[in-house]
Protein backbone atom coordinates (compact mmCIF):
# COMPACT_ATOMS: atom_id res chain seq x y z
CA UNK A 1 0.00 0.00 0.00
CA UNK A 2 0.87 3.72 -0.47
CA UNK A 3 0.32 6.27 1.63
CA UNK A 4 -1.37 9.50 -0.04
CA UNK A 5 -1.09 12.42 1.74
CA UNK A 6 -3.82 15.15 0.94
CA UNK A 7 -3.42 18.29 2.39
CA UNK A 8 -6.28 19.49 4.94
CA UNK A 9 -9.11 21.99 3.24
CA UNK A 10 -7.31 24.48 5.45
CA UNK A 11 -4.34 24.41 3.48
CA UNK A 12 -5.54 24.79 0.54
CA UNK A 13 -7.65 27.53 0.85
CA UNK A 14 -7.35 28.93 -3.12
CA UNK A 15 -9.67 25.40 -3.41
CA UNK A 16 -12.64 26.75 -1.77
CA UNK A 17 -14.11 29.01 -4.78
CA UNK A 18 -13.46 26.18 -7.25
CA UNK A 19 -15.47 23.68 -4.79
CA UNK A 20 -17.98 25.88 -3.80
CA UNK A 21 -18.71 26.39 -7.10
CA UNK A 22 -18.93 22.67 -8.41
CA UNK A 23 -21.01 22.17 -4.91
CA UNK A 24 -23.47 25.17 -6.17
CA UNK A 25 -23.79 23.33 -10.06
CA UNK A 26 -24.44 19.92 -8.35
CA UNK A 27 -26.87 21.27 -6.20
CA UNK A 28 -28.27 23.33 -8.40
CA UNK A 29 -29.32 20.30 -10.47
CA UNK A 30 -30.04 18.01 -7.27
CA UNK A 31 -32.84 20.43 -5.84
CA UNK A 32 -34.13 21.87 -9.55
CA UNK A 33 -32.58 25.78 -8.29
CA UNK A 34 -30.78 28.44 -10.15
CA UNK A 35 -28.30 29.86 -8.00
CA UNK A 36 -25.82 31.59 -10.36
CA UNK A 37 -22.89 32.81 -8.05
CA UNK A 38 -22.04 33.40 -4.14
CA UNK A 39 -21.89 36.61 -2.30
CA UNK A 40 -17.93 38.19 -2.30
CA UNK A 41 -18.32 38.16 1.40
CA UNK A 42 -20.07 34.94 1.46
CA UNK A 43 -16.93 33.64 -0.19
CA UNK A 44 -14.30 35.39 1.63
CA UNK A 45 -16.10 34.33 5.04
CA UNK A 46 -15.72 30.30 3.73
CA UNK A 47 -12.03 31.06 2.84
CA UNK A 48 -11.11 31.88 6.12
CA UNK A 49 -13.26 29.67 8.34
CA UNK A 50 -11.43 26.56 9.70
CA UNK A 51 -11.96 23.49 8.06
CA UNK A 52 -11.68 20.46 10.68
CA UNK A 53 -14.09 18.58 8.19
CA UNK A 54 -12.64 19.26 5.01
CA UNK A 55 -14.27 18.79 2.12
CA UNK A 56 -16.85 17.36 3.32
CA UNK A 57 -17.79 19.94 5.57
CA UNK A 58 -17.60 22.42 3.10
CA UNK A 59 -20.11 20.54 0.77
CA UNK A 60 -22.56 20.41 4.16
CA UNK A 61 -22.24 24.18 4.62
CA UNK A 62 -23.01 24.55 0.81
CA UNK A 63 -25.89 21.97 0.61
CA UNK A 64 -27.88 23.87 3.61
CA UNK A 65 -27.13 27.40 2.50
CA UNK A 66 -28.44 26.32 -0.85
CA UNK A 67 -31.72 24.94 0.78
CA UNK A 68 -32.24 28.47 2.16
CA UNK A 69 -31.59 30.05 -0.91
CA UNK A 70 -34.32 31.40 -2.83
CA UNK A 71 -32.36 34.01 -4.60
CA UNK A 72 -29.77 33.55 -7.51
CA UNK A 73 -27.43 34.41 -5.54
CA UNK A 74 -26.15 32.21 -2.76
CA UNK A 75 -25.23 33.93 0.75
CA UNK A 76 -23.66 31.89 3.58
CA UNK A 77 -24.16 33.61 7.15
CA UNK A 78 -21.65 33.38 9.52
CA UNK A 79 -24.21 34.24 11.90
CA UNK A 80 -26.13 30.89 11.47
CA UNK A 81 -25.12 27.37 13.53
CA UNK A 82 -22.97 25.56 11.29
CA UNK A 83 -20.20 22.88 12.10
CA UNK A 84 -17.63 24.44 14.23
CA UNK A 85 -16.21 20.60 14.50
CA UNK A 86 -16.12 17.39 13.64
CA UNK A 87 -19.49 15.47 14.99
CA UNK A 88 -18.05 12.99 17.94
CA UNK A 89 -18.70 9.41 17.16
CA UNK A 90 -21.78 8.44 18.02
CA UNK A 91 -21.38 5.58 20.32
CA UNK A 92 -19.32 8.17 22.68
CA UNK A 93 -23.38 9.09 23.70
CA UNK A 94 -24.63 5.87 23.87
CA UNK A 95 -24.18 4.05 27.35
CA UNK A 96 -22.84 0.88 27.51
CA UNK A 97 -25.25 -2.41 25.56
CA UNK A 98 -26.78 -4.37 28.63
CA UNK A 99 -25.87 -7.90 28.97
CA UNK A 100 -27.89 -9.69 26.70
CA UNK A 101 -31.21 -11.23 28.60
CA UNK A 102 -32.44 -14.64 27.37
CA UNK A 103 -35.74 -15.60 27.84
CA UNK A 104 -37.59 -18.57 29.85
CA UNK A 105 -39.02 -20.37 26.79
CA UNK A 106 -42.48 -22.95 28.26
CA UNK A 107 -40.02 -25.73 28.50
CA UNK A 108 -38.15 -23.79 31.25
CA UNK A 109 -34.64 -22.96 28.65
CA UNK A 110 -33.53 -19.77 28.10
CA UNK A 111 -33.58 -18.83 24.50
CA UNK A 112 -31.71 -16.31 22.38
CA UNK A 113 -33.37 -13.84 19.94
CA UNK A 114 -32.15 -16.27 16.85
CA UNK A 115 -33.53 -19.17 18.58
CA UNK A 116 -37.07 -17.94 19.16
CA UNK A 117 -36.89 -16.52 15.31
CA UNK A 118 -35.77 -20.11 14.23
CA UNK A 119 -38.99 -21.58 16.67
CA UNK A 120 -41.26 -18.81 14.75
CA UNK A 121 -40.12 -19.66 11.23
CA UNK A 122 -40.31 -23.48 11.76
CA UNK A 123 -43.51 -23.47 13.04
CA UNK A 124 -45.10 -21.36 10.48
CA UNK A 125 -43.41 -24.19 7.95
CA UNK A 126 -44.57 -26.68 10.07
CA UNK A 127 -48.28 -25.14 9.70
CA UNK A 128 -48.01 -24.66 6.39
CA UNK A 129 -46.36 -28.38 5.24
CA UNK A 130 -42.96 -27.12 4.39
CA UNK A 131 -44.42 -24.33 1.49
CA UNK A 132 -43.02 -21.01 1.12
CA UNK A 133 -44.46 -19.60 -1.59
CA UNK A 134 -48.13 -18.75 -2.46
CA UNK A 135 -51.46 -17.40 -0.84
CA UNK A 136 -50.81 -19.97 1.88
CA UNK A 137 -47.42 -20.50 2.52
CA UNK A 138 -45.04 -19.54 5.35
CA UNK A 139 -43.61 -16.42 3.47
CA UNK A 140 -47.39 -14.49 4.00
CA UNK A 141 -48.02 -15.92 7.24
CA UNK A 142 -44.88 -14.25 8.45
CA UNK A 143 -45.09 -11.28 6.27
CA UNK A 144 -41.60 -12.06 4.46
CA UNK A 145 -40.64 -11.78 0.77
CA UNK A 146 -40.22 -15.74 0.08
CA UNK A 147 -36.51 -15.02 -0.94
CA UNK A 148 -35.91 -13.19 2.46
CA UNK A 149 -37.83 -16.35 4.18
CA UNK A 150 -35.05 -18.69 2.16
CA UNK A 151 -32.40 -16.62 3.00
CA UNK A 152 -33.55 -16.42 6.88
CA UNK A 153 -33.72 -20.41 6.87
CA UNK A 154 -30.19 -21.07 4.90
CA UNK A 155 -28.67 -18.52 7.73
CA UNK A 156 -30.61 -20.48 11.01
CA UNK A 157 -29.91 -24.09 9.04
CA UNK A 158 -33.53 -24.43 8.97
CA UNK A 159 -34.86 -27.18 6.36
CA UNK A 160 -38.30 -27.45 5.01
CA UNK A 161 -40.96 -29.27 6.89
CA UNK A 162 -42.26 -32.10 4.94
Keep these: MFPIEVPSLSERRDDIPILVEAFIAQFNRRMGKRVESIDAASLEYLRRRDWPGNVREL ?12 VSRLEVEPTRPMYESVPKPVNQFLPAPAPVSRRESPTGESQTLLDMEREHIRRALEQTNGVIEGPRGAAVILGLKPSTLRSRMKRL ?3 RAT
Design 157 to 159: SLE
Design 59 to 70: RHVIERAMILCE
